[in-house]
């Protein structure tokens, strides 16, 4: 038994599905210095600020945002705007900077 044997496993269909790296544009077998690629989802969030202002202005109200996050109607203050998708980036290529281009546009 390998120390590898428990790990989920991918296919070579599902390596081909993710298509090459993210980043470099290399394909992930063999295109990468490291044997080792990251499989990243992705999602790309922003603040609902009437939502927020509510909460915000709830807590004033009830002089305690613990209070207010417990009372209050626990709804959502962020909204999943694009994705989410999933892409692979080759271990050498990975930095946040690279990580934050990868979210297609209008998806
Ligand atoms: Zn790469």
Redesign the pocket.
């Known amino acids: 038994m390998s120390l590898t044997d428990d790990m989920p496993g991918l296919k070579e269909r599902d390596v081909e599905r993710l298509g090459p ?1 993210a ?2 544009g ?1 394909s992930l077998i063999g ?2 210095r490291l044997p080792l690629f990251y499989v990243v989802r992705i999602s790309r969030a922003g603040f609902d600020l009437p939502a927020i202002n509510r909460r915000v202005a709830l807590g004033a109200l009830l002089q305690s945002s613990a209070l207010a996050q417990a009372m209050g109607p626990d709804e959502d203050i962020a909204k999943i705007i694009n994705g989410p998708t999933e892409v692979a ?2 271990e ?2 990975t930095e946040v900077g690279h990580l934050l281009r990868l979210m297609p546009e209008g998806e």
Request: hydrophobic share 20%; with cysteine.
């Open positions: 790296c980043v470099c290399k295109g990468g980036v080759h050498e290529c």
